[in-house]
């Protein structure tokens, strides 16, 4: 998709214009008319290769988890869960709609949207739930094919790591923590793609 921008200035001002407007991830390049008004043509920007490693999560997913004593959960146990992940708005982010299911009905659901920030290069979850919770924010970076990501909130932080190192299938683990030094486990799981 390209957009047509047209403009009656200086080259002078035009180049501060189109150095200004490449700091914001669009491109640009300049083209004369028949009219001779110098115009520029916008190429829209494509996913870097760090936007494109979250495709490692694309697809619907399905396997066994274990829960640890929480506060939120003081006996743990076993669950089954269920995640559909999909690439979406052209390869930037990818969307993870995520249930829970403990003795046979969905007890808790989750939405989340990873992407990756280019200025911080680390990567992003956004994560919603079922709870009732605040917007919580995830950010961390992929050591090869492991994706470990921290969200600092009121209550601690919490740690998701997603080992996506094997061909359909990947685990998960989530810790919790008081300090970020010492954490606790919270659940993990193994799941296959379905």
């Not at 180049?15 to 008004?37: M, Y």
């Amino acid at each position: 998709m390209r957009g047509h921008l047209w403009f009656g200035v200086s080259s002078n001002s035009l180049a501060v214009l189109s150095s200004n407007l490449k700091l914001s991830g669009c491109f640009f390049r300049l083209q004369k008319n028949p009219l001779t008004i110098r115009s520029i043509v916008m190429e829209m920007p494509k996913p870097s290769d760090a936007h494109k490693k979250l495709s490692l999560l694309a697809g619907n997913w399905q396997g066994e988890e274990k829960l640890f004593p929480s506060p939120w959960d003081p006996k743990g146990g076993a669950a089954v869960g269920r995640a559909n992940n999909r690439s979406a708005l052209d390869g930037f982010v990818v969307l993870h709609d995520y249930e829970q299911e403990r003795g046979g009905s969905v007890t808790y659901r989750g939405h989340g949207v990873f992407s990756y920030d280019l200025q911080r290069n680390e990567y992003l979850l956004y994560w919603f739930d079922s709870m009732g919770s605040p917007l919580n924010e995830f950010r961390g970076k992929f050591e090869g094919s492991i994706l470990s990501m921290v969200h600092k909130g009121q209550m601690g932080q919490s740690r998701a790591i997603f080992d996506l190192s094997q061909p359909g299938k990947y685990t998960f683990k989530m810790d919790m923590s008081q300090d970020g030094t010492q954490w606790q486990p919270m659940m993990e799981g193994s799941y296959r793609k379905a």
